[in-house]
């Protein structure tokens, strides 16, 4: 009689919360060295140096997305949030496994839009008009996979914060008017660069009927802009921005397009992670700067740019963290490697086949048209 030999469980996350973070550098490293070309590790920019430093490429959610077609590795580890594993899901080989090392980290600015929301406001929208025929749904790539889907039903398309002015252009292109979710301050940064008024980019409110607006402000609408926000970016100020210029008035202030709109009026450049990092680092030695983004990143570009002698400043007085992207931690890094590393997957993201499809042509339409 032959014994049925019975797979071993995964390895228990419980097991590495106590485990310290230098014994965490130690096993990740080990676990890298063993998986070799099976493995790679994407970043975000916002991610903390502890996790950040493992990352085998690192980027904007544009970059990053262009990282994810052309990987050959069997497992993909993405330090970043949920959206953005769902991205490397989608964008790899059907045969690839995309990983969040913490499934709790997710964006708060994403979850401010949910299909319920958008399908009503679909329906809200077909009173007034022919949303078909009439309006391109776009939606930031900070999005759940179901919204992208939405937009690869209804002839629509991803954008990014670096490429949201042209895929504006493509959105128009297709027809008169846009509904942009869920980042208000994006929508409007983008509309407003290609001079569309403030009173033709309304806000969108999906839990009120015709979204809080009247017949006659939808009809002559160009964007209809939803009421989303990130937390971390809203937290900066125009005072901040004045309060540098007094005590610098040679400095730069530099900011992410989903700060407010007048944050983005005031600031000498806007753009995404990428663009910021690439604009400091570019930028003669000396030079003093303001930043509106997130604070790891900051601290992290504050740290590399002193040896050049440039001031890289925070904008805000308040911590302005990212919570969920610092979910992804040494403990949690460790423990999916170490998984791996045993030939066990924990906490794979895997959008359903027909989500992904719709998902899928949106994300490559986005890709071509920028
Ligand atoms: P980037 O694409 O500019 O990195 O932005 C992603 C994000 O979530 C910013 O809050
Ligand atoms: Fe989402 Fe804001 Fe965090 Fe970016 S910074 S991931 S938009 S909550």
Redesign the pocket.
């Known amino acids: 009689m032959s014994i049925a030999t019975i797979p071993a469980a995964p390895i228990k996350f419980d097991k590495f919360q106590a485990a310290d973070d230098a014994d965490c550098q130690r096993r990740i490293i080990a676990a890298k060295e063993k998986l070799g070309k099976r493995l790679v590790i994407l970043g975000?920019?916002?991610q903390h140096e502890s996790v950040y430093r493992h990352a085998d490429y690192t980027?904007?959610?544009?970059?990053?997305s262009r990282y994810t077609e052309n990987l050959d590795a069997e497992y993909i580890v993405f330090l970043?949030?949920h959206f953005?594993a769902e991205v490397a899901d989608i964008l790899s080989r059907p045969e690839q496994i995309a990983i969040l090392p913490d499934l709790a980290a997710g964006?708060s600015?994403a979850d401010m839009a949910n299909l319920a929301k958008v399908e009503r406001s679909y329906r809200e929208l077909n009173k007034v008009l022919n949303f078909d025929e009439q309006i391109t749904p776009i939606t930031y790539?900070?999005s759940a996979a179901d919204l992208k889907a939405f937009c690869g039903e209804h002839g629509g398309i991803v954008c990014?914060?670096?490429n949201a002015t042209k895929i504006l252009e493509w959105g128009f292109a297709q027809r008169e008017k846009v509904l942009f979710f869920p980042d208000q301050n994006l929508g409007r940064w983008s509309g407003y660069k290609m001079g569309i008024p403030l009173e033709q980019m309304p806000v969108w409110d999906p839990d009120q009927p015709l979204g809080g607006l009247t017949v006659e402000q939808i009809k002559n609408a160009k964007i209809l802009l939803w009421k989303g926000h990130?937390a971390?970016?809203q937290m900066f100020r125009l005072q901040n921005i004045e309060r540098f210029r007094a005590e610098h008035p040679d400095g730069f202030v530099i900011s992410?397009?989903?700060a407010p709109f007048e944050v983005c009026q005031h600031s000498d450049y806007v753009?995404?992670?990428?663009?910021?990092l690439k604009t400091i680092s570019d930028a003669p030695a000396n030079t003093k700067w303001l930043v509106g983004?997130?604070l790891n990143l900051v601290n992290r570009l504050a740290e590399q740019m002193k040896p050049e002698g440039k001031l890289v400043q925070f904008m805000s007085h308040v911590v302005c963290e990212?919570s969920t992207?610092a979910r992804i931690d040494p403990q949690h890094l460790a423990w999916v490697l170490e998984n791996l590393v045993e030939g066990k997957v924990v906490n794979q993201i895997k959008v359903p086949a027909h989500e992904a499809k719709l998902a899928k042509l949106t994300l490559d339409r986005m890709l071509a048209a920028s």
């Open positions: 975000h920019h916002y980027g904007d959610s544009l970059k990053l970043g949030v953005m964006c600015m790539i900070n990014t914060s670096t990130c971390v970016h992410h397009p989903e753009g995404s992670t990428e663009y910021i983004t997130e990212c992207m």
